[in-house]
């Protein structure tokens, strides 16, 4: 089955491709369909997003989309930056300067629990909901940012039972037990992907 990411986020496309490839799922990036509509994010849920995403793009391309909604819940923020992960801090700031403003808010702060949260969801050709389904990782923020790979947050976030950031774990140990990898694993056993095979037309 062929499904399109409704991300231009390289990095997420590159984990979402590797994690369904291994259940014979082909992932197209919005390159490969000559882009995807720009959706505007205005939900207060990552499922909100999630799913408005998928449906607004799906019925776009007239082809079934899956889409990813997620973020970076701290316990001492109360949640935040949460849905805002990306815009956190204001526009001017690139990944690296979001990481620093958080570093910032966590100063002299003890608690330093935090998880990842991703949602995600599925439309068929018609921009029809199929479903969504969330994952969680679960870990701590680091006080110091360190590692070169992954995207965004990663440099900070350190997964329960770990010692080292995602980003210096890299792709392989992250994908084995990130956020996206276990909203996946949710919408897989929720059977979202069957639900859209029997959707879709032959
Ligand atoms: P979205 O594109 O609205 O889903 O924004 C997600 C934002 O949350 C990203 O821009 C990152 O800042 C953060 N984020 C989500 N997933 C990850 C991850 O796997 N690693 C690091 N940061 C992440």
């Known amino acids: ?21 291994q259940l014979g799922i082909e992932v197209l990036s919005a390159a490969d369909v000559g882009g995807i509509p720009d ?10 997003n999630a799913c408005k995403k998928a449906m607004e793009s799906a019925a ?7 889409s990813d909604d997620s973020g970076l819940c701290v316990e001492a923020l109360d949640g935040r930056p949460g849905v805002f992960s990306a815009r956190y801090g204001g526009p001017g700031l690139d990944d690296q300067g ?16 935090a998880y990842f949260a991703c949602v995600i969801a599925l439309a068929d050709h018609n921009g029809q909901l199929i479903g969504s389904s969330m994952g969680k ?11 070169e790979e992954g995207f965004g947050y990663d440099p900070l976030f350190i997964p329960t039972d770990y010692k080292k950031s995602f ?10 037990l990130s956020h996206r990898k276990n909203a996946l694993e949710k919408a897989i056993s929720d059977g979202l992907f069957n639900k859209l095979k029997s959707s879709s037309p032959t």
């Open 137 to 147: 990782c679960l870990g701590h923020i680091s006080d110091e940012m360190k590692g």
């Open 167 to 176: 980003a210096e774990l890299g792709e392989e140990i992250k994908n084995s």
């Open 39 to 48: 959706v505007v994010e205005d939900k207060d849920t990552f499922e909100g």
């Open 60 to 66: 776009h391309l007239g082809m079934p989309v899956l």
């Open 98 to 113: 979001r990481c620093k403003k958080l570093m910032t808010e966590l100063k002299d702060c003890d608690n330093r629990r």
């Open 1 to 21: 089955m062929k499904i399109v990411a409704a991300t231009n986020n390289k990095h997420k496309l590159v984990e979402l491709k590797t994690i369904l490839s």
